[in-house]
């Protein structure tokens, strides 16, 4: 794929993704989305306004430095977080900083993310940032990213969510997975005690080519919201078990 079509594809994958989060309940009126352009040192991110409003020619490329170079911005407050994990993680393409209802009420807790089902075993742990502050400068920034390690989430206490995967459908995939499993938490800890199951080991198929390439899950997201039909869906799911097949996962 040339290099233009590369970046017209990622901004696509970011408005679906924008679209799929919202309708999920895991974004709302702030919050952002971000990508990396392989090969670069350049980002692609959604503007400081509500996610679900944004068309491709409304997303910014920003450096590593965090300065825009194309787009009509304004870029978030908080792209720091976004680049300090990209200089970070090479294994990250995609990060989400957002607002999610459920997981900050469980990130006041104090519990944490218990692995009780398959949705919170697979994300395996999530640690808790202990800054409630909006993360403005690199210092900030850097101190969420030491807390975040290589983990896959992120609590930022009283604030938010910080979510990371190598692509933008896999960032979705474990974001809405994430707000899932922390509402199931807390409804099953208003009248019980949840317990981790016995063996995580496998961490819930969330890594490796699964999460490269969430085939199954991501073309069920994008036909649930109509942003795909059920033919399209079909046949992303095929390609996508191909892919990942081919990559060495067992069937």
């Known amino acids: 794929m040339a290099e233009g079509d590369q970046v017209e594809e990622l901004k696509r994958q970011l408005v679906d993704g924008l679209q799929v989060l919202t309708r999920e309940g895991v974004l709302d009126g702030s919050g952002h989305l971000s990508a990396r352009i392989p090969g670069t040192e350049t980002l692609l991110i959604s503007p400081r306004y509500a996610g679900v409003l944004a068309d491709p020619e409304d997303l910014c490329?920003?450096?590593?430095?965090?300065?825009?170079?194309?787009?009509?911005?304004?870029?978030?407050?908080?792209?720091?977080?976004?680049?300090?994990?990209?200089?970070?993680?090479?294994?990250?393409?995609?990060?989400?900083?957002?607002?999610?209802?459920?997981?900050?009420?469980?990130?006041l807790q104090?519990?944490?993310?218990?692995?009780?089902?398959?949705?919170?075993?697979?994300?395996?742990?999530?640690p808790v940032h202990d800054?409630?502050?909006g993360i403005s400068d690199d210092t900030m920034a850097d101190a969420m990213a030491d807390?975040?390690?290589?983990?896959?989430a992120l609590f930022l206490r009283g604030h938010g969510i910080v979510v990371v995967g190598p692509s933008v459908a896999s960032t979705c995939v474990i974001a809405a997975r994430f707000e899932k499993a922390c509402t199931d938490q807390l409804l099953l800890m208003s009248f019980s005690t949840p317990r981790a199951l016995a063996d995580t080991s496998s961490g819930g198929g969330l890594s490796g080519p699964r999460m490269e390439n969430p085939y199954r899950a991501w073309p069920f997201l994008l036909e649930k919201h109509g942003l795909k039909s059920r033919a399209e869906a079909k046949a992303l799911a095929a390609s996508g078990s191909k892919r990942t097949l081919r990559a060495g996962e067992e069937a």
């Open 61 to 107: 490329t920003v450096t590593l430095a965090g300065k825009r170079i194309a787009g009509a911005g304004p870029i978030p407050l908080e792209t720091v977080i976004h680049t300090a994990v990209y200089r970070r993680r090479p294994d990250v393409g995609s990060v989400l900083h957002c607002h999610a209802r459920y997981a900050v009420l469980l990130g």
């Open 110 to 126: 104090g519990v944490g993310l218990i692995p009780f089902n398959r949705e919170a075993a697979g994300l395996g742990p999530v």
């Open 131 to 133: 800054e409630s502050r």
């Open 147 to 152: 807390t975040l390690g290589d983990a896959q």
